[in-house]
């Protein structure tokens, strides 16, 4: 709010169309809003007070963030590994991918999230796009191939324009049943 605390109550600027402060002490998160005060020779005077400016220093935090991605006909979640403590999620669609995210922090405004789209042998499926403000994306008209891994990434913007470290995870890809393994359920 305009005059709440003042950051540098006062300076004149030697130009008619801009001025330039120094020497603020502003951190990240922190809100500020600008008062211009504009006087002419005769005395006569204006005020205009900004929107709200955020100022943004530091990245978003991606460590409570989390990403699912949403298997679209699975064809098994069953471990068939002895051994292995986690289910590999698995779907047998081979062009479209769902997942969604949540979680990532910022005291300065996030603006927007990107995400990409890898196979498991790193090459680029979707180079990385911007999501707008969505937090959950349905991608289709993907080539997955059996047998491999699509690996999703997601980072998130702030006002500031820093992006979050990147979060990923991955889906395994079969097209096709899974062999007779012998174990009952």
């Not at 030697?14 to 005769?42: F, Q």
């Not at 530091?58 to 986690?86: C, K, R």
């Not at 005291?107 to 927007?112: D, K, M």
């Not at 289709?140 to 702030?158: E, K, Q, R």
Request: charged share 15%.
């Amino acid at each position: 709010m305009p005059y709440v605390d003042d950051v540098k109550s006062s300076w004149v600027s030697n130009s008619i169309d801009r001025c330039k402060a120094t020497g603020l002490n502003l951190t990240h998160g922190m809100t500020v809003y600008v008062t211009v005060k504009c006087v002419n020779n005769i005395e006569l005077a204006s005020t205009v007070f900004s929107s709200p400016v955020y100022i943004s220093l530091d990245y978003p935090q991606a460590n409570t963030a989390s990403l699912e991605i949403d298997p679209i006909t699975v064809t098994s979640q069953h471990d068939y590994f002895a051994g292995v403590a986690a289910t590999v999620a698995v779907q047998s669609n081979q062009s479209c991918l769902q997942f969604h995210w949540d979680g990532f922090e910022d005291v300065s405004p996030i603006i927007g999230y990107g995400y990409e789209i890898l196979d498991s042998y790193n090459n680029s499926l979707i180079g990385w796009t911007d999501a707008g403000y969505r937090t959950m994306v349905t991608k289709c008209g993907l080539s997955l191939s059996s047998g491999t891994s699509a690996v999703v990434g997601v980072s998130a913007v702030n006002s500031g324009d820093h992006w979050s470290d990147t979060i990923s995870k991955s889906l395994r890809i079969s097209a096709t049943s899974p062999s007779l393994t012998g174990l009952k359920n």
